[in-house]
């Protein structure tokens, strides 16, 4: 195959005209989405479009509000979300997304151009790339899913090319994509890493000198290091631990660990649960042809093993980083067809990560049953067109096969079946908030900025989140004096989760604190959340009985931020020179 090495002439026209496309099927699935109300249904998709708002729209706007998730579809989305309609209608995810998405398949397009010279198959990969319903679907809703898979193949192409040239632009936006890529999950910790040894691994097969190799992957490792850097400055500055991403109550392993995991400590039973979600997420011919055509070019290729080695170890780094994740408990999957049984999907999304693998594996075989076939008489060429065109045909149709499955007759039964819809009585919270809030600040956990955050219209602005730190620890101490609104979980259900019952700081500080009905009164108990309101008639009884003046009480003055400094301390001051008072009174 020797055509594996051949870097062909970038035709920009093309590329132009492929970006375009991608982009137009993008936006008419956006609007598909849009209309059948599947834009915004789970809770981590109203979340990270709330994060992505708290950078321009909080109490405290800025970096700060980014949270331990890898933050950079929240940095990409933050121009977006500061527009109002896109925001509330979820847009903002589009806006940003589709056109990352394009540029991806345009990616893909020059890697399997450059690797196979056939500019046909190429063509038939990026459809089978473009067709897959959940990267159309990922890419128009606020997501990470999409985002990384587009890099990994940005990724891969820049690792191909610097591989065959050593070209220093090539590396250094390799190390620049790589660094994004960990910045967007943290998949992207085993991407570094793999694109490192490939570099060091090439770098010695050409037995270059130990000054050249230690300058290329300090440079390499000095880019793709940015987003590990940046997650552990941002941890120890806003989470006290350099590892808070791992360790927070938010990370992936403590809000699962209440849950039934089927797969801990046991590889076989991971590798199950990871090819079910592939199934569901690529569909069937995808998955059986890529994995076919891997295994007959890691036998075939042999001088050239090398390489292909290295582009199918980054297209898969992100399944062989899920894979071991399920093993060691930190990470989930569940699906109808394996137990618990659930009819209901729980993190499928996992098994979309390696659709780059999936396309191009097929791609190279198709290339390399042509060459071979071709090279041996002249009329051996319908042979060798038939043969790779039954390869790339299956990729194709199978894409399409499932698009039409998904979109048309299923319409997302993953989607609209799953374990993280946002629950009933959030949007009947939502609601209720959009019809009666008049002003004043709401007191209410990241546990719950979701639906409620972002479908009730209210400026982010006017909400105390722990992100908000200190104003979020001093309206919990005192709530009635800074807060009209408490949102908070409901823990008196069976269905409450040990997870949110542990890390609800409002529920666990006034859940079963009766004193708190004293100044609110229930205006909404769901199955999951509860909603308060201010009486106000307390509140000015309560400050005119520690001798408070009202305008110093932001919940009476009806101020957005207070001085954290000189308001808390006043307030603090006099409450507790009222109950020295009093014990003062008691002792005589």
């Given at each position: 195959?020797?055509?594996?090495?051949?870097?062909?002439?970038?035709?920009?026209?093309?590329?132009?005209?492929?970006?375009?496309?991608?982009?137009?099927?993008?936006?008419?699935?956006?609007?598909?989405?849009?209309?059948?109300?599947?834009?915004?249904?789970?809770?981590?998709?109203?979340?990270?479009?709330?994060?992505?708002?708290?950078?321009?729209?909080?109490?405290?706007?800025?970096?700060?509000?980014?949270?331990?998730?890898?933050?950079?579809?929240?940095?990409?989305?933050?121009?977006?979300?500061?527009?109002?309609?896109?925001?509330?209608?979820?847009?903002?995810?589009?806006?940003i997304l589709v056109p990352i998405l394009a540029l991806s398949a345009v990616?893909?397009?020059?890697?399997?151009?450059?690797?196979?010279?056939?500019?046909?198959?190429?063509?038939?990969?990026?459809?089978?790339?473009?067709?897959?319903?959940?990267?159309?679907?990922?890419?128009?809703?606020?997501?990470?899913?999409?985002?990384?898979?587009?890099?990994?193949?940005?990724?891969?192409?820049?690792?191909?090319?610097?591989?065959?040239?050593?070209?220093?632009?090539?590396?250094?936006?390799?190390?620049?994509?790589?660094?994004?890529?960990?910045?967007?999950?943290?998949?992207?910790?085993?991407?570094?890493?793999?694109?490192?040894?490939?570099?060091?691994?090439?770098?010695?097969?050409?037995?270059?000198?130990?000054?050249?190799?230690?300058?290329?992957?300090?440079?390499?490792?000095?880019?793709?290091?940015?987003?590990?850097?940046?997650?552990?400055?941002?941890?120890?500055?806003?989470?006290?631990?350099?590892?808070?991403?791992?360790?927070?109550?938010?990370?992936?392993?403590?809000?699962?660990?209440?849950?039934?995991?089927?797969?801990?400590?046991?590889?076989?039973?991971?590798?199950?649960?990871?090819?079910?979600?592939?199934?569901?997420?690529?569909?069937?011919?995808?998955?059986?042809?890529?994995?076919?055509?891997?295994?007959?070019?890691?036998?075939?290729?042999?001088?050239?093993?090398?390489?292909?080695?290295?582009?199918?170890?980054?297209?898969?780094?992100?399944?062989?980083?899920?894979?071991?994740?399920?093993?060691?408990?930190?990470?989930?999957?569940?699906?109808?067809?394996?137990?618990?049984?659930?009819?209901?999907?729980?993190?499928?999304?996992?098994?979309?990560?390696?659709?780059?693998?999936?396309?191009?594996?097929?791609?190279?075989?198709?290339?390399?049953?042509?060459?071979?076939?071709?090279?041996?008489?002249?009329?051996?060429?319908?042979?060798?067109?038939?043969?790779?065109?039954?390869?790339?045909?299956?990729?194709?149709?199978?894409?399409?096969?499932?698009?039409?499955?998904?979109?048309?007759?299923?319409?997302?039964?993953?989607?609209?079946?799953?374990?993280?819809?946002?629950?009933?009585?959030?949007?009947?919270?939502?609601?209720?908030?959009?019809?009666?809030?008049?002003?004043?600040?709401?007191?209410?956990?990241?546990?719950?900025?979701?639906?409620?955050?972002?479908?009730?219209?209210?400026?982010?602005?006017?909400?105390?989140?722990?992100?908000?730190?200190?104003?979020?620890?001093?309206?919990?101490?005192?709530?009635?004096?800074?807060?009209?609104?408490?949102?908070?979980?409901?823990?008196?259900?069976?269905?409450?989760?040990?997870?949110?019952?542990?890390?609800?700081?409002?529920?666990?500080?006034?859940?079963?604190?009766?004193?708190?009905?004293?100044?609110?009164?229930?205006?909404?108990?769901?199955?999951?959340?509860?909603?308060?309101?201010?009486i106000p008639e307390e509140v000015e009884y309560f400050v005119e009985q520690?001798?408070?003046?009202?305008?110093?009480?932001?919940?009476?003055?009806?101020?957005?931020?207070?001085?954290?400094?000189?308001?808390?301390?006043?307030?603090?001051?006099?409450?507790?020179?009222?109950?020295?008072?009093?014990?003062?009174?008691?002792?005589?």
């Amino acid at each position: 195959m020797h055509t594996l090495l051949t870097y062909p002439f970038v035709r920009a026209r093309f590329d132009w005209l492929l970006f375009g496309a991608v982009v137009l099927i993008g936006a008419l699935f956006a609007r598909y989405v849009y209309v059948h109300g599947l834009l915004l249904v789970m809770v981590d998709q109203y979340s990270h479009l709330a994060i992505a708002r708290q950078v321009t729209d909080s109490m405290t706007p800025g970096l700060s509000q980014l949270g331990f998730w890898p933050p950079l579809v929240h940095i990409l989305m933050a121009p977006a979300t500061a527009i109002d309609v896109l925001f509330h209608t979820g847009l903002a995810a589009a806006v940003i997304l589709v056109p990352i998405l394009a540029l991806s398949a345009v990616f893909l397009f020059r890697l399997v151009e450059m690797l196979t010279h056939n500019r046909v198959i190429a063509i038939f990969s990026t459809a089978a790339y473009v067709l897959n319903p959940y990267m159309l679907y990922y890419a128009v809703t606020p997501m990470s899913d999409m985002l990384y898979v587009a890099l990994v193949v940005i990724a891969t192409y820049y690792l191909a090319h610097w591989w065959h040239t050593e070209r220093l632009l090539s590396l250094v936006l390799l190390g620049a994509v790589v660094g994004m890529a960990t910045l967007a999950r943290f998949e992207g910790f085993l991407l570094a890493a793999v694109a490192g040894g490939a570099i060091m691994y090439r770098l010695w097969q050409r037995r270059t000198s130990f000054a050249h190799l230690e300058s290329t992957v300090i440079l390499y490792g000095l880019l793709a290091g940015i987003g590990l850097v940046f997650i552990l400055i941002y941890g120890w500055v806003y989470g006290d631990s350099p590892l808070a991403f791992m360790y927070n109550e938010w990370s992936a392993y403590a809000q699962q660990r209440s849950l039934f995991l089927p797969t801990e400590h046991n590889l076989g039973v991971s590798l199950q649960y990871l090819l079910a979600a592939s199934k569901h997420m690529l569909g069937i011919p995808l998955v059986v042809v890529s994995m076919l055509s891997a295994a007959i070019l890691l036998m075939v290729l042999s001088g050239r093993r090398a390489l292909f080695s290295v582009i199918a170890l980054m297209l898969a780094s992100p399944f062989l980083f899920d894979l071991m994740a399920l093993v060691q408990g930190s990470a989930v999957i569940y699906v109808p067809e394996l137990p618990p049984f659930d009819p209901r999907f729980f993190n499928e999304r996992y098994g979309l990560y390696w659709l780059g693998f999936a396309v191009v594996m097929p791609a190279l075989l198709a290339a390399y049953v042509y060459e071979r076939v071709r090279s041996r008489e002249w009329y051996y060429e319908p042979i060798a067109l038939f043969l790779s065109a039954v390869v790339m045909s299956v990729t194709v149709i199978g894409s399409y096969t499932h698009m039409d499955e998904i979109v048309c007759i299923g319409c997302f039964d993953t989607i609209t079946n799953s374990l993280q819809l946002s629950p009933e009585d959030h949007r009947i919270a939502t609601e209720l908030l959009r019809d009666e809030y008049q002003g004043g600040q709401i007191l209410m956990t990241r546990a719950l900025h979701n639906e409620i955050a972002v479908a009730s219209r209210i400026p982010l602005r006017n909400y105390i989140l722990e992100a908000n730190y200190v104003y979020f620890d001093q309206a919990l101490a005192y709530p009635w004096l800074f807060a009209e609104w408490i949102v908070m979980q409901n823990a008196n259900h069976p269905d409450a989760s040990e997870w949110s019952i542990e890390n609800e700081l409002v529920l666990q500080m006034w859940g079963q604190d009766d004193n708190i009905l004293r100044y609110y009164y229930k205006v909404f108990e769901g199955e999951s959340v509860t909603v308060l309101r201010l009486i106000p008639e307390e509140v000015e009884y309560f400050v005119e009985q520690h001798d408070i003046e009202r305008e110093r009480v932001p919940s009476l003055a009806g101020r957005e931020v207070w001085n954290v400094r000189e308001t808390f301390a006043y307030l603090q001051e006099r409450i507790e020179a009222q109950l020295s008072a009093e014990q003062y009174a008691l002792d005589r």
